[in-house]
Structure formats: structure tokens, C-alpha cells
């Protein structure tokens, strides 16, 4: 029972809602947009719900689709459907003082189909023109809300625990090296495993294969983009290693380490036949390396490329349930009045139970600050995280996510994508 | 009941049993060794199980696992935990009448143990080893029944429907391809894909990518080893595809192909900067070709390395019960008299449903013969496969595993590997 002194008198905004994906896809970014288009669709605030082809750029050339014809049981299927269903986009306004071409478009499209909700999917970029967009609407006097949800497997994202996408690409990489442990290990003669881990300036992916390490089948030396990369004591920590393990030795290292000079790993001077310079991966790089400096044993180099973001079969439960659940919530806090704040994560431990709260970060914050890994969760000799890193990520990697299968393939979101038509 | 007249007096053969892994390691090839220790530890023929160390070197060596000493819910995580939990090797005996050394040892430990029980898990090769060694046990006047469980992810064993290990190696495949097939097309400017899929001579795995495309999310071209690659052939049908699908096209490719010459294409003519030729991969030097030949789009490179092998968290449950079934198979005909077999499955459709039943291959008929993709599986053009192959492979990829986790991540078997020592 509400006491009438307690009573807050809220301004409905009633309108139109648009949602739109942006930058790398994730394995859960897609059940993100389930949870927007479910309680967007539920709120009676919202009159028309829009999907965004390519993000901004669908709203600039008027591809939205209409998500009220799409099923709603198929809707449900995309919390199992990895990538960006909607199509992505990497593209970054200009500031409005400078060139306001795209802003004045936004305005008019929003205006035609009477968009009063925002709702944009992305990382740090995202987050930026997202509150471009909010201030220019401001500044022009139109009253829209504006609602960041966050995506990263990169997990770099300032003022949120952790971000939706990363649970389940560390949970597949865990999994996988367990696998990849068991298979290079199998004849009397060792071999040396080198693993490339997406990432280019936050080790956070990288450093989850420490959890394979903690069931006793993981990599011996992990190297995040976060510290210099020092050749020549990698090379004498494999050669130690493999020595005393009878030639094993397995290594994770982020796509993007450096030599302390500032260039990176990958850039190997490996060239082609025609003399152009070959980027041909860290692993790559570091394979051939260890080829010439350990010749006496076997080495072999693994990139786990796209598979790592786009392996929702092998998805945590928790992270599609949060990335659902951080959808919802931005809906739910715009239609209550809400507005320029991008959804975060708050962990709770109680009695050693993990628990994630929704909490709202000022897009004013989080646009445009990286979070690395901390360095006091990084050992000494900067080659293998610690257990403060093992503490954070376990809890982030559990649940079976519910994954529909038909005929023992994936069972994908089958969207109609009718394209909407302002009234 | 048993009619008199019907009755057979079967001959027990009383003794010890040892069961070998060998060659590269699948998915299911320790489900088969769960079932070969099943129903060794049950059958009232078998006095002790040894499990080999590395196949034959660990019979040779003398370290074998007394297998009766393992917790037997231990031993069933096995059905589910990948690799060769024994340890493998690649070692091809020479023959006897050349050098009878290794088969003069062999009979030694064998009698040393009262071993009278050989089961040998592996391909082709592993075969030939098998029936050599019963040859000389049998020319040496010492009763031993030997008998083969196949295994091979490259499904090239002939004279079996199909072989362990495929069916979950195809399931990874195919998914992974789904899910690599959404992440790609999320930018509006699309992206040629080449994954690299294991298979040096024959075709299946790589076959296998259909399944996928099939769903509507998978490769528009597949390359088999079976048929001469033709480079100019390649371009244009990628250069078609691409241009008619928004830059789009997806290749999967064998990691065996050749130039019409017999020459590999993973052989790119890439230098390091020593000027040493860099093998690598089939997927790289494709990806080389068509950055040259088709500038306009983007060309990313993916291998599936070992994780298609070992991907046990996204296998085939049939083929997981299916590779069980095999190892308790060759103990039970082993144990009713049967020697100088590998066992094989025989596919039974019954109005559209499949089943498998097992049948016994002779040794010699199976060893060092290998089954292609038949050329009627493959389209005229050379560049995919047809619905022949879709309805061969399809049902083999059914069910989902029981795979077990502890703490989101996989739990593999814990074997404490007692070395065993003769009575």
C-alpha cells in the first residue's frame, strides 16, 4: 500500500522504442535484445518497437524493423543465438559542434516514427554516441530517452563488475584449453601449445584460461597486452617448463602484447612472396619463436579467432540470464523515467553465494574509459594471474545455458525482419 | 532354454586382458575404453584389466595400469572426457620375418601377465598392428585373442559404416560453422570466410560443413582432398558468391587439397625472414590467394586445429554410446571365442530411423585400406557436396553427450593409474 505522502506523480513518456546493436558481436548480445524487445513490448508506455538493421546507420537510412510482427516465442530463441541478429555496425558520430549532418537525420527519423526510447547495445564507442545522441536531442528540445546496454566479451567496460558477453567467451576458452590440454598431451613425447586469445589492450579473456589451470589442465604461462611482453625470459620460462614436463608446455596470450618498445608481438616480419609483411597472429609470432630457440621439441599454435565470441553452445547460463536481464532493466528504468545512463553489474558475495545486481552508470562516465586487469592480479614475474583473477572470473562462467538444438544443430532465431513503415 | 542338441560347448579362455590406445586421439576414443573396462571387469573369463601406457610402447615398456584398481564411476566420467586418457603413440611395428625383436618382447610381458586378452584401439595403422602381432602369437603356439576397436575422426576405416570419434568431430564442425556464420555477417560490408578442417586424404570432416549449410548457416563452398583443387576455379566461384551476396562467402576446406601437379596448397610459398618456406595451413594460403585475387572484401582465416578432435563438450551423444558399444562388443566376441576381428558398425533404417549394429571386420581386410567420399557425394562442379551426404552424415551427429561439469567447467575422468605389477 503506497502511503499518499509517498506518492511520486511519474511523467509518462508514451512513444516508440528503438533498439539497435553495435560493434563486435558476443555470444549473449543477442539475448540483450530479447530482454529489450520482451519488456519493451510488455510496457504500456511503449506504442511501437523498432529493431535497428546495423545500428545507427538503420535509424540514418530508415531500416527498422517492426519487432511487434516477430513471434514472440522466437524471440525468446534469441537468447541462444549468438552474434548480432539485428547486424552490427562500427560507426562514430561526429561531435555535433563540428558536423551535425547525422544528428539533424536521427532528429528527423525519430521524429517520423515518434521514437521516444533509445536503447543501444554496444561497448565504449557505443557508449559515446549514445550520449552524443541523448545531448543533441536535449539541445534541440526533443524529449527522448536514452539507455545504454552494455556488450563486451573484451570486459573492459568502466563502472560495471563485469559485462555481458565475457562469462560465456571465457567460459568456451576455459572449456576448450581443458579439451586442447588433453589432446596435446597424449604421446610419450611432448608437445609445446601456444593459444591466441582475443584481446588487444585488456587481458580479460586471456586471463580466464587461468581457470582451466585451476582444474589442473590449463596453460603454465599466461601473457596479458597489460604488462611488456619480454621475449627473452619467455623463451627461458618455455624452455623450463618443457624440460621438466617431458616437452609439454601450454601458453595463452592475448592478441595484443607488446615488446616494451610498444610493437607488437604479432607483427613477426614474416613476409610473403611477394615481400609484403605478413600479421599473421601472436601465436603465430611466438610459434616461430619457439621453433628456433627449443628446436628439440614440437610446437604447435592455435587461434581461437571468431570461435571464442560466437560459441553460445558452450555459453554460461549466468551471462545470458544477466545479459537478458540487462536489457529488461534498461527498458524498465527509461519508461520510469530514466535517461543517459548505460545499465551495469553489481556483484554481491553473501555467506561465499554469488549474487548480480542492475545498477545505472552516468553514459557520461563509462563512454570512452578502458578497465584493464588490475596489476596486483597479475603474478610478479608478470607471466600468470592469481587467485584475486580466479575469484572474480568462476563465478561469472556457471549455469548450462538452455541452447535449442533441432536435429542435433543450433536452433537459431528465425526473425521475419518486416521492414516498419512510420504511421 | 537350450536344446541339447543345440548346445555348443564354448572353449574358456582364461586369463588377463590389455586394452591399447593409439594414433590421434577423438572425442569418444576414451568412451570405448570405458567400455572395454566394463565389461573386462564383469567378464568371468578375464582374471585382471591392464590399461597400456601409450598403446603398444606401454606393453613393451611394461607400463600398464591395473585397471581394477580405478574407482569404476571413475571410470565411467571416461565415456565423456577426451583424448586418450592412456596416453597414445604412433609406432608401426616392422615385420616379424624382418625383424622380430618388438613381437618376441610383446610375447614375453604377454606371458609374464598371463595376458590372453589384446584389444587395440586405433585406425588403419593400429589394425595392421593388431593382426601382425596375433600372427606371431599364433605361429608361436601362444593363445591370445586379438581384436580391434576402430576409431578415427578422419572416418576412413573400411569396411565399417562409420567410425568413433566422426560423429562428434562433425557435430563440432557444424555447429561451430553456425555460429562462425552469424558472427561474420553482422557488418553491413560483408567478409570471405576459409575454415581449415582436418583430413589429409579423406574428405568427411570437411563433408561434414554441409550439415550447416543445410540449416541455412554454413559454408557455400567445400573442398575435399577427393578431387584436384583448381585454383582459377576457386577465385571465380568466390568472387561470384561474394559479389551476388553483399561480400559474403564461406569456404570450408580440407586441410589436404592439391594442385592438379600433387602438390599440397598449404605449401603458399610463404618465407619466414630467414627465408625458410612456412607450411602454413591450407586456410592461410587460401586466405592469401583471395586477398590478392579479390582486394575488394575482407578475407579472414580460421583453422579448426585440434579443437575439432577434442570438443568433446559439443559431441555427438550416439556416437559417444555408439564408441562404448564397440569397446564392450570386442571384449564380449573376444570372451565368446572370437579372434583376428575389429569391430564395425552396420547402419539399419527402418521407415527413416536409425540404428547401428555391430559386426565383426577381419583383421587383414580391414588394415591399411582406406575409404574416400564416394565421387557420386560430391557435386559435378567438385566444389560441395550433395543431399547423399547430408543423409549419410546427419543422423551420426544425434543426441547430446552427458557431459559432466563441476564449477561451469568440464569434469574429466580422475584415473589414478596404478602401475600393475605381474603375480
Chains 1, 2 share one sequence.
Not at 63 to 87: C, F, M, V, W
Not at 95 to 113: Q, S
Not at 204 to 229: H, N, Q
Not at 263 to 292: C, M, N, P, T
Request: charged letters at 25%.
Amino acid at each position: 500500500m503506497l502511503l499518499a505522502g509517498a506518492l511520486v506523480i511519474m511523467k509518462k513518456l508514451i512513444g516508440a522504442a528503438v533498439f539497435g546493436q553495435s560493434g563486435g558481436p558476443t555470444s549473449v548480445i543477442n539475448s540483450s535484445a530479447a530482454g529489450v524487445f520482451t519488456a519493451a513490448l510488455d510496457s504500456d508506455c511503449i506504442t511501437k518497437v523498432y529493431g535497428a538493421a546495423h545500428g545507427i546507420k538503420g535509424i540514418l537510412d530508415e531500416q527498422l524493423y517492426d519487432i511487434g510482427q516477430e513471434d514472440r516465442k522466437e524471440l525468446l530463441y534469441l537468447k541462444n543465438t549468438p552474434s548480432s541478429a539485428l547486424g552490427s555496425v562500427r560507426y562514430k558520430l561526429a561531435d555535433a559542434d563540428k558536423d551535425d549532418t547525422d544528428y539533424k537525420r536521427l532528429l528527423e527519423v525519430f521524429k517520423k516514427f515518434d521514437i521516444r526510447y533509445f536503447f543501444y547495445n554496444g561497448g565504449n564507442d557505443s557508449m559515446d554516441t549514445c550520449n552524443k545522441i541523448s545531448k543533441f536531442m536535449q539541445n534541440s528540445g526533443y524529449e527522448c530517452r536514452v539507455m545504454g546496454v552494455p556488450k563486451t566479451i573484451d570486459n573492459d567496460l568502466w563502472g560495471t563488475d563485469h559485462c555481458p558477453g565475457f562469462g560465456s567467451a571465457a567460459k568456451y576458452i576455459a572449456t576448450s584449453l581443458m579439451e586442447v590440454y588433453c589432446d596435446a598431451r597424449v604421446y610419450d613425447k611432448g608437445c609445446i601449445i601456444v593459444i591466441e586469445i582475443m584481446g588487444r589492450n585488456a587481458g580479460w579473456l586471456t586471463g580466464a584460461s587461468v581457470l582451466a589451470s585451476v582444474k589442473g589442465a590449463g596453460p603454465d604461462l599466461i601473457y596479458l597486452p597489460e604488462l611488456p611482453f619480454d621475449r627473452e625470459k619467455f623463451i627461458e620460462d618455455v624452455r623450463r617448463i618443457s624440460n621438466a614436463n617431458n616437452g609439454n608446455c601450454m601458453i595463452a596470450v592475448s592478441e595484443g602484447v607488446k615488446y616494451p618498445d610498444g610493437k607488437y608481438v604479432a607483427d613477426s616480419g614474416v613476409k610473403d612472396k611477394f615481400g609484403h609483411a605478413q600479421l599473421g597472429g601472436v601465436a603465430g609470432a611466438l610459434g616461430a619463436i619457439l621453433r628456433e630457440a627449443i628446436p628439440e621439441y614440437r610446437v604447435r599454435t592455435i587461434e581461437l579467432s571468431l570461435l571464442q565470441r560466437c560459441g553460445a553452445h558452450c555459453g554460461s547460463g549466468r551471462d545470458v540470464e544477466e545479459a537478458f536481464e540487462a536489457g529488461k532493466t534498461a527498458v524498465e528504468m527509461a519508461t520510469s523515467g530514466k535517461t543517459d545512463f548505460c545499465v551495469g553489474f553489481e556483484r554481491v558475495m553473501k555467506d561465499g553465494e554469488y549474487t548480480c545486481g542492475m545498477k545505472l552508470i552516468p553514459l557520461s562516465e563509462i563512454a570512452n574509459t578502458e578497465k584493464k586487469v588490475p596489476r596486483e592480479w597479475i603474478n610478479e614475474e608478470g607471466n600468470f594471474v592469481n587467485e584475486k583473477f580466479v575469484e572474480y572470473a568462476l563465478p561469472l562462467i556457471q549455469g548450462e545455458p538452455n541452447y535449442a538444438r533441432e536435429d542435433g544443430l543450433p536452433r537459431f532465431a528465425r526473425l521475419k525482419k518486416v521492414i516498419a513503415k512510420a504511421d
